[in-house]
């Protein structure tokens, strides 16, 4: 039991730390571009450093870890090729319709997506406090993309793939879930879900290219590797570890510390000038997680206490939880 309270206590910053890799992308991404790979063969890339660290991993440590159970298949094609895939192929395609300030905005709107398939699915409250929370992210994540500087073009087509981008976003938290409940490790999840990425990923590229990019040298190949557990294998067992002691709609939010750390980085590394549509993203963004945290706070605090009222029954939670929302 204290084991779980410690658990959830730094599920939060689990998720933050996740969100902060995955911001790192950018330092990795262009030196890759530079050598030649299309942005689905970095996604490649990246799905087979991960797909073969996890799998070397759990083979040492707990091959039974490697395990599944045929009827739980489809929790992994979601997260790999529903998710992961997915909202690659409509991210990069939002990109060349529109441009990237727009295909990031649209790609934020994940949170939502989020929270409304959470409390359908899951019977999480949509609370006062996680919609300000989520107003909150989106519009720190408009300023922060630059797109109310102007200069970004928008189609319709474009607007409903990147909403497409969105949806596949949303749904790694969505099957993860899923997975969860029905008892398999953040470690299980991860490695399936990038085996079927590679997979689902081999008709948007040169498998052959990417062979040679990571044999091209062996400080490239060196590299290659770091990006993938810096950006891909810890970013994702961390998030996954994350949803064990919070709301899916609450991690999707904490997880959009992203796109701060990566203008900061952008600014540090590259030495991008940081507008002040920029700074008041990244204020607005920081403030709705601190939001967003205190709703977690309060929710493990009801949980432990049995409720608003202690003398009310604490709200089930975990696979007991998911029974009664008849799924």
């Known amino acids: 039991m204290e084991k779980r309270k410690t658990e959830d206590r730094f599920a939060p910053l689990y998720i933050i730390i996740a969100g902060a890799l995955w911001g790192s992308m950018g330092l990795f991404v262009r030196p890759l571009g530079d050598n030649g790979c299309n942005s689905f063969e970095i996604t490649q890339l990246r799905g087979l450093v991960t797909a073969a660290f996890l799998f070397l991993f759990l083979a040492v440590k707990d091959r039974s870890l490697l395990r599944i159970r045929l009827r739980d298949l489809w929790c992994f094609i979601g997260t790999g090729v529903f998710s992961i895939v997915f909202f690659n192929v409509c991210y990069f395609t939002t990109i060349e319709l529109t441009s990237l300030s727009v295909a990031a905005v649209l790609l934020y ?5 989020v929270i409304v398939l959470s409390a359908i699915l899951f019977g999480e409250e949509i609370t006062k406090r996680k919609v300000i929370a989520l107003v909150l992210t989106f519009a720190g994540c408009v300023c922060v993309s630059g ?3 102007g200069g970004a073009s928008m189609t319709v087509k474009g607007f409903f793939i990147g909403i497409g981008a969105g949806i596949g976003y949303a749904l790694y938290s969505i099957f993860s879930r899923f997975a969860l409940e029905r008892g398999y490790s953040s470690l299980t999840i991860s490695f399936y879900t990038f085996l079927l990425a590679v997979i689902g990923t081999i008709p948007f590229s040169s498998m052959r290219n990417v062979l040679n990019v990571i044999t091209k040298t062996p400080s490239l190949t060196a590299f290659i590797a770091v990006f993938g557990i810096v950006t891909t294998v810890l970013p994702y067992l961390l998030y996954t570890r994350g949803l064990l ?39 607005l963004i920081l403030g709705a997680i601190l939001i967003s945290n205190r709703t977690g706070e309060k929710l493990r605090t009801d949980q432990e206490t049995g409720g608003e009222n202690p003398a009310e029954p604490a709200r089930k939670t975990g696979p007991e939880s998911v029974r009664n929302t008849g799924i």
């Open 147 to 149: 797109l109310l500087r």
């Open 109 to 113: 709107t994940a949170p939502a997506f």
């Open 245 to 283: 002691g919070v709301e899916n709609g609450q991690a999707s939010i904490l997880a959009s510390v992203e796109p701060v750390v990566a203008t900061i980085l952008g600014t540090i590394v590259f030495h991008e000038i940081l507008h002040a549509d920029e700074i008041c993203g990244i204020i």
